[in-house]
């Protein structure tokens, strides 16, 4: 054997692995970019589109009569926020302080697992589910009750867990201190572990809001729709609220419904990525 | 025992959170009742959903008051389910294993080369994995959005032999951008966690870099990719408004190229609102409640899979 041919053939392979090396890379950059790539374009669609339908017209208008505008469906999604969050919230933050405080055991671990069960559950069942239960068993009718109580059943589990996570990294020796000084259990979690934990429970709660703001298919067949501003009642009367305007005014076939589509698609996106956003680089700093 | 008012108030809020997962089931289960009873096993083998004639007088069968004419079968919506999302899966698998290993191993690298010429670079890396994670977190309904004012006309002029966007690979793709974030930050975690002695004893051994990825690394985190995968799978069972808006909405029929239009299960729940509402028999929305059923079913048994596989994964990080 001379050691040419094996030098020959050692700097075919070399070549190859170089080869090889460089085409992993290029390939691997191509699909980061096949991933920002579509978020930058929905982003620049959307808010292109968007800020030229924005007009006056969109927050004093409705949507009943000639259309102009949206007030009904961006008040609809407030109100229907607003009492999903309240409902949400004291539900969500006492069961993540059960988690946390009192759920190292076999309870706590089958409640955390139904909890992630329910969390995977696809959102347009448990608005199926609501439909079924407020709307026919009820007899609600299309209302802010149902819409309200489904969403809330939707984020509950969310806010419970980064409720439980953030309480979880609060030092037991803060816990015992409150204790030793005589504190009964309820003192001890709202005035020294969630103080301490506050800022993780906001997260929780903005993100929670995030993912209500942007909902649709829950409310589809709980809020109903309504091209008037909501009566005030809180059953027998349907809610408007932005993304129904989202995926019912794109398929029209008139460019002013098109707009509208585009000014609700881009208050409902800065919305959610201004808290997805702020979130992050917030939890980053620390 | 000490009576503790304040620990069993908090453990009375966190029932509630079974004690909704329990109503759903309970719900969904009772009042899909009667049209179990009447669909039989036709439900999930028969392509043909009608709705009956809701103007005439209805039939007794079985003792279940039914529109005449109704039938209930969801076997194209269960393809038409499958075959998107597994479509969106070998979409976004490679995607997602290029994006986690660029940004674990190539961006640091490029960030290291590139500040030597400019000091003042802002750090790169956070802002772009920060991007990938916000993909995940933009509402299904801009994603349909999107799907319809770019997806569809740029597919129906280019791709699609019919000059008709909407279908399976629209669906498709639509998905696929929606849960490679999900396999991506797994894979991202995952790659973070390979101890530092298995990358530096591959580069010791003359690999290069994208060898050490790929033969060292790569193998020591499939399991967790896999776990990835199937949560993935599971968000894109359930996905909805995207899927409704770009797929075409095609029932009673089988899904048979890549431009058929299809309805999902969750897409088809959604679509049929008017037609729940106008039957006088209840019948429709009994079934679709058996429909829903079965979506989550599905979505249930697909993430226990997904939670079994990524507590496998973390024993074999252990043994290393």
Partial sequence: MSASAINHTGGALALRRKITSIIGWVGCGLGLALVILPLLDIVGVVTVNGIAAINWDLFTKNTGGAALGMKNAIEGTFIITIFAMAIAVPIGVGAGIYLSEYGKNKLGSTIRFLSDVLTGTPSVVLGYFSYIVFIISFGWGFSLAAAAITIAILIVPYLARITELALTQVPNTMREAAFALGSNDATVVFKVVLPAAASGVITGALLALAISVGETAPLIYTAGWSDYAWSGKFTHSPVAYLTYVIWTFIDQPDAHSHSLAYAAAFLVMMVVLAINIGVRLTVRRK | ?320
């Fill in chain 2, 1 to 320: 025992m000490k009576l503790r008012p304040f620990r069993t108030a908090v453990l009375g809020l966190s029932l509630l959170i079974p004690a909704a997962l329990v109503a759903v089931v309970l719900f969904l289960v009772v009042y899909s009742g009667q049209a179990m009873q009447f669909n039989g096993l036709h439900f999930l083998t028969d392509v043909t959903w009608n709705l009956g004639d809701l103007y005439d007088d209805p039939v007794t069968v079985k003792g279940i008051q039914v529109p005449s004419g109704a039938e209930y079968g969801i076997l194209a919506f269960i393809a038409g389910t499958l075959a998107s999302s597994f479509l969106a899966i070998l979409i976004a698998v490679p995607l997602a294993i290029g994006t986690a290993i660029f940004l674990a191993e190539a961006v640091p690298e490029l960030e290291r080369s590139a500040r030597r010429t400019i000091p003042w670079l802002p750090p790169i890396r956070p802002v772009l994995s920060m991007l990938v994670e916000l993909v995940a977190v933009v509402p299904s309904v801009v994603f349909g959005l999107w799907g319809i004012a770019v997806l569809i006309p740029f597919l129906g002029h280019h791709v699609s032999p019919t000059g008709n966007g909407y279908g399976l690979l629209a669906a498709a793709i639509v998905l696929a951008l929606m849960i490679t974030p999900i396999i991506a930050s797994t894979l991202l975690d995952a790659l973070s966690q390979v101890p530092k002695e298995n990358r530096e004893s591959a580069f010791a051994l003359g690999s290069t870099h994208f060898e050490v990825v790929t033969k060292a690394m790569m193998p020591m985190v499939r399991a967790t990719l896999i776990g990835g995968i199937v949560l993935a799978l599971g968000r894109a069972l359930g996905e909805t408004m995207a899927v409704l808006m770009v797929s075409g909405g095609g029932i009673n029929i089988l899904p048979t190229s890549l431009f058929s239009p299809i309805s999902t299960i969750a897409s088809f729940i959604v679509s049929q609102l008017d037609s729940a509402e106008s039957d006088p028999t209840n019948m429709s929305v009994r079934a679709l409640s058996e429909i829903a059923l079965v979506l989550f079913l599905i979505t249930l048994a697909v993430n226990a899979g997904a939670k079994l596989l990524s507590s496998g994964a973390l024993n074999v990080r252990k043994r290393n």
